[in-house]
């Protein structure tokens, strides 16, 4: 079994920064794939970006070039850093663990960010 809390969303200006992090526990970190989503009002969530367990990543069009997905294996820990906010961000984020061997997958209870002038 895997917890995973997401925490540092709030309230930013458009072209602002926001990092939100994703602390796991219960598991061995490391042989998690770890992913964020997104999920806006009245739409479906959507994937956003994902760093594997030997730190390959990938990202989402929408984001590529403003949001740089990490990882601390020693703190067990996840992080998304949001350069460049646009209202279209605006969401609540979700992180993801996925073991790389039983595809098990785990859900954080989400963090809201919001983009408002």
């Known amino acids: 079994q895997v917890q995973l809390v997401e925490s540092g969303g709030g309230l930013v200006q458009p072209g602002g920064s926001l990092r939100l992090s994703c602390a796991a526990s219960?598991?061995?970190?490391?042989?998690?794939?770890m992913g964020w989503y997104r999920q806006a009002p009245g739409k479906q969530r959507e994937w956003v970006a994902t760093?594997?367990?030997?730190?390959?990543?990938g990202y989402a069009d929408s984001v590529r070039g403003r949001f740089t997905i990490s990882r601390d294996n020693a703190k067990n820990t996840m992080y998304l850093q949001m350069n460049n906010l646009k209202l279209e961000d605006t969401a609540v984020y979700y992180c993801?663990?996925?073991?790389?061997?039983?595809?098990?997958?785990?859900w954080g209870q989400g963090t809201q960010v919001t983009v408002s002038s």
């Open positions: 993801k663990s996925t073991h790389k061997t039983t595809q098990k997958a785990y």
């Open positions: 219960g598991s061995i970190f490391s042989s998690y794939s």
């Open positions: 760093i594997t367990s030997g730190g390959g990543t």
